[in-house]
């Protein structure tokens, strides 16, 4: 059950980089990100009513939304507009960089200890995002979306380095929907338009938005909490190195997307980075 559960949260979130390209036909990054988390919102509110999950502690609110502002407001606005130049299968080979990412913000600020694969990993991990910002068909625009596509991941790594404290007092399902709560707000003044884009856009962006909202957005999280109380966090964290792999199939069964061979080799050299840093 738990291997089902898991399978199908990759599936989600490696789907999540197609969805976001397709809604971007009709929604600007920031309009995306807020509608899509305005949707995750709602689902998580009616989740919240029906299992009587506690209100966080009043001391704690303003860490949380700082933290729910950068892993999914910041995250989402800088995905979504990198991802307008940046192919979804490809912008899934950036994001997978996060490990690294992450194992060296905890080594720096947590004083975590990083082994010698640890550190080749990340220098390997950054060389293939190199790579990729630098393929030589897809010019400086290009360049500028995957440097998008890198800022996002700094806020994600950087979420998930600063809900640690907050994790010894939530649950990963509480702290996780109070967070979303946070960065679906934190985008509120600048969501303007977000309504006149709804009433323009074509059904299969909209359904797009709904999709990333409820799935990818939503219960995809409750899931991965669900994972986490049964399996090894290192565990299953593994198994989501395969995300990139699936999002490069979804987004050619989607999309008819083909990345050119100098990205599949730099996002191939970011997965081996990625892979050493679990070693």
Known sequence: MVIAVLG?????????????????????????AFARYMVASTVLLLYA???????PRLRDVPGIFFTGALG???????????????????????????????ALMAAVFLGERLSRWGWIGIIVSFAGVAMISFAGDMGLELSG??????????????????????????????????????????LLPFASGTLGAVHAAPLDATLSLIYLGVLPGALAYVGWSYVLSHMD???????????????????????????TMTSLIGGSIVLAGVLLVNR
């Open 8 to 32: 199908a949260i990759m599936l989600l979130w490696a789907s999540a980089f197609t969805g976001v390209t397709v809604a971007l036909q009709a929604y600007t990054p920031i309009q995306l």
């Open 72 to 102: 999914f407001g910041l995250y989402n606005v800088a995905l979504n507009a990198g991802q307008q130049t940046v192919s979804p299968g490809i912008a899934s080979f950036i994001a997978s960089s996060e490990v690294g990412v992450m």
């Open 145 to 186: 979306g995957v440097l998008l596509v890198m800022v996002s991941t700094l806020s994600t790594s950087a979420f998930s380095i600063m809900q640690k404290p907050y994790l010894r007092r939530y649950s990963a399902t509480q702290y996780t929907t109070y967070a979303i709560w946070g960065g679906t707000l934190s």
């Open 233 to 259: 966090a290192a565990r299953a964290g593994s198994y989501l190195t395969i995300i990139p792999v699936m999002a490069l199939f979804i987004a050619w069964l989607w999309l008819g997307d083909v990345p």
């Open 49 to 55: 009513i029906i299992t009587r999950m506690p209100v």
